[in-house]
């Protein structure tokens, strides 16, 4: 906070006169933690800031120290991983001097580095007034590199232009060859390598041509400016004389590379992150880098950010348990000054759908103890593991925000095959023919048109496609694919009374190739597929399914919260932990942690992968204030039948002082737990307790949100 007394403090300072007169009292505005780290000597320093420590203020007041001290404002830089942060951070820091600072170089790397490039494009080869593309321009750039090099992707299935972003993006952050990257992390296009290669090689051209780059260009190309031209380098060494670096645990191996250019000369660089909350390798962001700091700079003093100001100290325990069975850490152990709470949950459902009701239950319950429902989150390892949830909250008409992605019936993969079931349903159904027609090679939407009319002139469409006669619409070049797309139908046609049978169908059929070479993370919606399949499997009509489906999406847009006294609508919120990170609630539900969900199997034979997922429960378990519920299902229903999951180990490691087991009851008709409670207040609530028997999916009783909101 702003010291509001007149006078000014005295404190030694390390970069200027002895007696230099501060306007802030650091000492009283910082806690003994923080303190030392603001106001610390010249040099390299690692802040090791563990989860909801007070980084942010940290940083702000190191800040001001140093301009308080008298280091030129232009020769500060920070560096941080959003602009939003940065604003913040350098916002705070105006308050507190009550002066200008906007002298400092202060932004994320791609703003730096963009800087930086307009005052030596010439050296990379470019002319000041480059420009920088978009996601959605460097794909149009791309695919314009594919016409030029006469490859059309319909045809041979090549990669399209959102998967070579990523391939092309993880090459440059990742300092790898494009064949690494495709051996690595893409190896279903390694039949494809040289053309991969060639069509970077056109799209570097043309970007140099047309005087473009693209956001990873401004890392590289900065990276390069600085690494081969050694005037540059040193000009700008010699110009920083302090630079801070902010959650450098998600730096690449190139930002790193940069770093240590800049910091060459005067060595004062103080990088601040938490190598627990790592958990970005597959943007490219190095673990290694934080890990490494002390050997790259044998002389850096490390500090330790431990008081966590968020979550009570049960919440904390089960953090701290866990984290400390990672391999290689930074040792630390997060305390708090916050009282003793309620001990984290842990509970076993018997069915996702069970998961999902009592998510929506407790989530009622609380609110009717008067917390609201923008406190309230629930985290998931993956997208798709959201999907009952979304359905059990729009049966109730909970509003929620989906931060994960879209909601999962909005989902074109998702769509695509629900198209599949539609047309076997309703064969007149030209908008979902249309969209499978589309998704072969070789047609486009006037022969998508074209087919259709065909095919509802001939009769029943459904018998129609699967015959010859339409096989002369088909474009040369498509049959092939086509005649598999054709036998497709038949595999559907005999699977009508089956919905989870037919999406089975699909997935396996050559749609995987499709998704496989559409998008960059095509695991995870094959997995979104196996979870609509077991959806599926409870239905036993593609009538039954399908009504279910349009009925959720039209609920959708009645579960409308009126805002309260503060004018803010209440929503919770859904989200993968990823997307969670740097955010708080009071109540957080973690879901789905079985072993081989969470964490998931893909990581199970990668030692580093393991680690990562290990850092992943840890970022979800230090999301939450208050209340945590760690939850998993005990039996999961795919397209084999029942297979009985097995607890994560993350929870079957924990201590059991450390949570409270709420055993409950098959049929969901109550539980037991609740800390602090006696037997009996426990038995008065189960006696209150909503009566939920799960016979099947729309047998769930709900409160109803409107009779909460009054």
């Known amino acids: 906070m702003v010291n509001p007394m007149p006078h000014k403090y005295v404190l030694k300072s390390h970069f200027g006169a002895d007696n230099n007169n501060f306007r802030i009292n650091y000492q009283a505005d910082l806690n003994e933690e923080q303190f030392p780290i603001a106001t610390a000597p010249g040099g390299p320093m690692l802040v090791i800031a563990g989860a909801g420590s007070g980084k942010t203020r940290t940083v702000t007041y190191r800040v001001a120290y140093l301009v308080e001290s008298g280091v030129p404002l232009d020769r500060i830089l920070l560096v941080t991983f959003t602009n939003k942060a940065s604003k913040e ?70 990669p399209k232009g959102e998967a070579l972003q990523a391939i092309y993006g993880l090459a440059l952050n990742t300092n790898r060859s494009i064949v690494d ?68 645990q998600d730096t690449n191996l190139v930002q790193a590379k940069i770093i240590d250019i800049l910091a060459a000369k005067h060595r004062n660089l103080m990088v601040v992150g938490d190598d627990s909350q790592s958990i970005y390798s597959f943007r490219g962001a190095h673990f290694k880098n934080i890990i490494n700091f002390p050997k790259v700079y044998p002389d850096a003093r490390l500090y330790k950010l431990e008081v966590n100001h968020r979550s009570t100290p049960e919440i904390l325990s089960v953090a701290n348990t866990s984290i400390t069975l990672a391999k290689e850490k930074f040792e630390k152990n997060l305390r708090t000054n916050r009282p003793s709470g309620q001990k984290p949950v842990v509970a076993a ?45 729009t049966k109730r008409g909970i509003p929620f925000e989906i931060r994960s992605g879209l909601r999962f019936f909005e989902e074109a993969h998702i769509k695509d095959v629900i198209a599949y079931l539609k047309v076997f349903h309703n064969p007149n159904d030209e908008i979902s023919w249309g969209r499978i027609l589309k998704l072969l090679p070789k047609i486009g939407p006037k022969t998508a048109e074209k087919i259709f009319q065909f095919l509802c002139q001939a009769g029943d469409p459904r018998e129609t496609v699967v015959q010859d006669g339409v096989l002369k619409i088909i474009p040369g ?19 009508v009374g089956k919905p989870a049978e037919m999406i089975k169908a699909v997935s396996d059929s050559n749609y995987s190739d499709y998704l496989k070479e559409q998008y960059p993370n095509y695991r995870e919606r094959l997995e979104d ?55 708080e609630w009071k109540v ?36 939450a204030k208050d209340e945590l519920y760690l939850l998993y299902p005990i039996i999961y229903s795919g397209y084999d039948g029942e297979v009985l999951m097995k607890i994560s180990r993350y929870l079957e490691e924990l201590p059991s002082w450390a949570y409270e087991k709420w055993e409950i ?46």
């Open 588 to 623: 957080v539900f973690v879901v789905w942690l079985a072993d081989g969900r969470f964490p998931s199997y893909l990581s199970f034979d990668k030692e580093e992968e393991m680690e990562e997922e290990r850092r992943l429960f840890y970022v979800a378990v230090t999301r």
């Open 181 to 248: 990257v495709i051996a690595y992390n893409y190896a279903q296009f390694e039949p494809m390598t040289e053309e991969v290669e060639g069509v970077f090689n056109l799209y570097v051209q043309r970007k140099r041509k047309n005087n473009l780059m693209d956001f990873d260009d401004l890392l590289y190309l900065w990276y390069k400016l600085l690494s081969e031209n050694p005037d540059v380098a040193e000009k700008y060494a010699a110009k920083f004389q302090h630079i801070m670096v902010d959650e450098y």
């Open 529 to 583: 597929l196996e979870q609509l399949g077991s959806y599926a499997t409870q239905y036993k009509s593609l009538e039954e399914l399908l009504s279910s489906l349009a009925l959720a999406s039209g609920i959708e847009s009645e579960t409308i919260v009126e805002a309260g006294e503060s004018g803010e609508k209440e929503a919770c919120v859904l989200t993968t932990i990823h997307q969670a990170k740097g955010l």
């Open 665 to 710: 009851e098959q049929g969901f008709e109550g539980y037991e737990g609740g800390a602090g409670r006696s037997r009996e207040e426990q038995e008065i609530d189960l006696s209150e307790y909503r009566e939920v028997k799960v016979k099947s999916r729309t047998d769930f009783e709900a409160i109803d949100i409107n009779d909460l909101l009054g």
């Open 349 to 393: 459902l018997t069915t996702v759908y069970e998961q999902a009701a009592f998510v929506a239950q407790r989530m009622l319950e609380l609110r009717e103890e008067g917390h609201s429902l923008n406190d309230m989150a629930v985290l998931y390892r993956s997208h798709y593991q959201s999907m009952e949830i979304q359905m059990e909250l």
């Open 477 to 495: 070049g498509g049959e092939r694919t086509f005649k598999l797309f054709q036998s497709l139908m038949a595999q559907l046609k005999e699977k």
């Open 89 to 158: 951070m350098l916002s705070r820091v105006e308050l507190l001097l009550k002066r200008d600072v906007k002298g400092i170089m202060g932004g994320t790397f791609h703003h730096v580095g963009n800087l930086m490039l307009r005052k030596n494009a010439k050296r990379v080869g470019y002319e000041p007034n480059f420009t920088i593309l978009d996601r959605a321009d460097s794909k149009d750039l791309i695919d314009s590199c594919l016409g030029e090099a006469k490859i059309d992707v319909k045809a041979r299935r090549f």
